[in-house]
């Protein structure tokens, strides 16, 4: 009987393609962790930037009317970028009885006012000083 040597196979055991394997799913999934956490901070500076020209926005209408803000302030509601956006706006007197700082605060109206409140943050929150002419 004519005996042949054993040739050597060549290629990748089992183990070398598990290991392999494992190795590229976990640069998937850090690959796509990393995504969708980009994903989510586009989303909250959109929504913050969005936020601070609906403040903006509110400024130059408080400037336009030349009034100082009431003691009790005013809130209300304002569409931009086809969204709902909370607006609150207060006023604190200065040492100058025609100037006064007013504080605007926004937050979206999908949040919850009472929830930010106690958190005490906003989406957006501007000071100015106003005065009256």
Do not use: C
């Amino acid at each position: 009987m004519f005996l042949f040597p054993l040739e050597k196979h060549k290629g990748f055991t089992l183990l070398e393609l598990l290991v392999a394997l494992a190795i590229l799913s976990i640069v998937a999934l850090t690959a796509l962790k990393n995504n969708s956490s980009m994903i989510a901070n586009a989303s909250y500076l959109r929504d913050k930037t969005v936020a601070h020209w609906v403040a903006m926005n509110k400024a130059a209408e408080l400037r336009l009317a030349g009034q100082l803000v009431v003691d009790d302030g005013q809130e209300g509601k304002t569409v931009m970028a086809e969204r709902r956006w909370n607006w609150q706006v207060t006023g604190k007197a200065t040492q100058d009885p025609d100037i006064q700082l007013v504080n605007i605060e926004v937050w979206s109206e999908l949040s919850d006012k009472a929830e930010l409140s106690d958190k005490g943050t906003s989406l957006a929150s501007l000071s100015m000083y106003l005065g009256q002419q």
